[in-house]
Each structure stands twice: as C-alpha cells, then as structure tokens.
C-alpha cells in the first residue's frame, strides 16, 4: 500500500493538523494509543501494564519543535516524568526523540539537553533509549549516540531495518542494548530499501546477528506475529536466554499477543507516548503498517463522537490520496 503510506507520512508532517489536533485533546478514540495527556495520567497507565507483567518505555509526544524556549519546555516535561517514576517505584525507561529536545536547532544545545536528562535517569537507575527518526538527522544522532555511550552506561537506540547503514551498526552496536525497528519514515532509495519483504528479511537478520554476535540486550519492536515467531524459533534453538532480550510494542496495539507472550515467559516492553502532540505519532504508525488502523478501530468505543470522528478521519484520508493519485496522472 505504498500510496496510502504516502498520505499517511504527509499528514504526519502536516504542521496545521498538527497544531489543530492539540487544541482538541485526546478525542475520537487517540486515548486508546495514547497513554495520557499528563505525567500523572500516564503515570496510572504505566502502573496497570506493570500490573499486567510488563514494563514500559515512555515516550513525550513533540513535533516541529523549532526554538530553544519549546526545546526547554519539553526536556523539563521529560525530567518531570523521569522523576514521577522514581518517585512512584513504576518499571519504566525513556524513549528520547533527539529533535524534540533541540536537534534542528543547535548541536551543542541539544547535547547539553540530553545530558541533563541522562543525568537524571541514572540518579533513578533508569535506562535511556535514544530513538531514531528521519535519515536527515541520522549522522547528528549517531553522533551524539556515539558520545553518550562513551559517558553513560544507561544508554541504547535504535535500528530501523530499511536503513542500509543498519548493516554496519549492528556490529557497532552489537555490546549494546539496541531495539531493532522496521522503520517508519519515507526515506530514498538512495538510502532505504523500498519493499516490505526486504524490510523484513533485514529486521529478522538484524535481530539474529544482534543476539548472537555481542552480549548487548536486544528489544524486537514489531507486530508482526510471523516475525515474532520466527525469532522464537531462532531464539530457542541458539539457547538464548529470556533475559537477553524482550519484545516491544506499541501501546494500544496487539494488547492479546502482548498478554500471550508474557503467559509464555517472555519480557513484553509496552511503548506508551503521552502527552498533547498525538496526532504526527499516529499517522506514523498507519504509516508504518496501515493494517494498524484495524486494530485501533476495533477498540474504539460505540459512542457517536467517536464514531463521527473516525469516518471524518476516514474521509479525509480517502479525500487526500485521490488528490495524490490525480495529481501523478
């Protein structure tokens, strides 16, 4: 569906929608993704998936953060969350979006931002994932991964598999705790594979090297059933012990496999995004795999705002993609 993948990555980048979906909160059925508009909020929701036997990695919602003052603002949001955690006991780390804290604006900035935060997730012993987005900002992040992990013990990132430098990285990074991604950006064929199966003959391949190849811990973030059985399979028949990795997912997504996989004695990590800046969040995840969009639905309450909301989100998806279809005519 690679043009519906197409709108769904345009809207996500949309500054307008974006600024319009903050004003109206957690409505036509984002509650169900999105872990809470504020730390207390999301710090409950944290505490029933701990109940259910999973940790949790936190993630502050931010796009198109352009100035230092909103840089600020959400690095203080960041360490107020981190020490809510501390303070309520709760099994969490932190999912940290290199942007969002001043990557686009100043180098030096950002880095003193991130050190800040590294500083206070290691005063509560919590570990700090530093996530990948676009390939514009891979050589930055790199750049900074590679000096916090000189720094800081309490510090991975990620991988996305369509990246064809995560052929490298994956040895680089092999002695580290890495989670391993799909993807979910619009990249270039310049520097991503295109198709799904290449995407995920590279994930699983990623996966089997980072388990076998070092000693650092390995987070399998995806969906995917297939997947996930497939590296079972490869887990089980290496002996590769369950505290050497976990699977991740996204809050509000696969909550029946998640629950099945801790029955089987596996470590399950629920992603949970919180804050006002939903909606770049989840059209990247429709973007991702736009079959997600099924799981959503089916969660969605019956109540008529609700219903409303979906068919207007519904018809201007459609409305979008006819013009995009149209326009390549």
Request: charged content about 30%; overall charge negative; proline content about 2%.
């Amino acid at each position: 569906m690679p043009l519906l993948r197409d709108v769904f990555i345009a809207l996500s980048e949309n500054a307008v929608l974006n600024d319009a979906s903050k004003k109206i909160g957690l409505k036509f059925g984002a509650n169900k993704v999105v872990g809470g508009i504020t730390v207390e909020e999301t710090i409950e929701r944290i505490k029933d998936i701990n109940s259910q036997g999973m940790s949790v990695s936190f993630d502050n919602l931010g796009e198109f953060v352009t100035n230092k003052t909103d840089a600020t603002k959400e690095k203080n949001l960041i360490l107020k969350m981190i020490q809510a955690i501390g303070e309520e006991g709760v099994d969490a780390s932190a999912s940290i979006k290199l942007s969002q804290i001043g990557l686009n604006i100043d180098f030096d900035f950002c880095m003193d931002n991130i050190r800040e935060i590294m500083d206070a997730a290691k005063a509560q012993n919590m570990f700090v994932n530093i996530d990948m987005e676009n390939y514009a900002t891979y050589d930055d992040t790199i750049r900074i991964v590679d000096q916090l992990m000189e720094e800081y013990d309490n510090v991975g990132t990620v991988l996305q598999s369509y990246l064809f430098t995560a052929k490298d990285d994956v040895y680089k990074y092999k002695d580290r705790r890495t989670r391993f991604v799909k993807g979910a950006y619009k990249e270039s064929p310049q520097v991503a594979l295109q198709s799904k199966e290449d995407i995920d003959k590279a994930l699983k391949l990623l996966i089997r090297i980072h388990l076998t190849k070092g000693d650092g811990f390995t987070s399998i973030a995806t969906h995917d059933h297939n997947i996930i059985e497939d590296m079972i399979d490869f887990i089980k028949e290496n002996d590769i012990p369950n505290d050497r990795f976990e699977f991740q997912m996204l809050f509000g997504f696969r909550k029946e496999l998640q629950r099945e996989l801790v029955d089987r004695g596996y470590n399950v990590c629920v992603y949970i995004p919180f804050g006002t800046d939903w909606y770049a969040y989840f059209m990247r995840r429709l973007a991702e795999r736009p079959q997600n969009i099924n799981l959503v639905v089916k969660s969605l309450s019956k109540d008529p705002t609700v219903q409303a909301g979906a068919a207007a989100a519904g018809a201007l998806t459609i409305g979008i993609a006819a013009l995009k279809f149209f326009k390549r005519k």
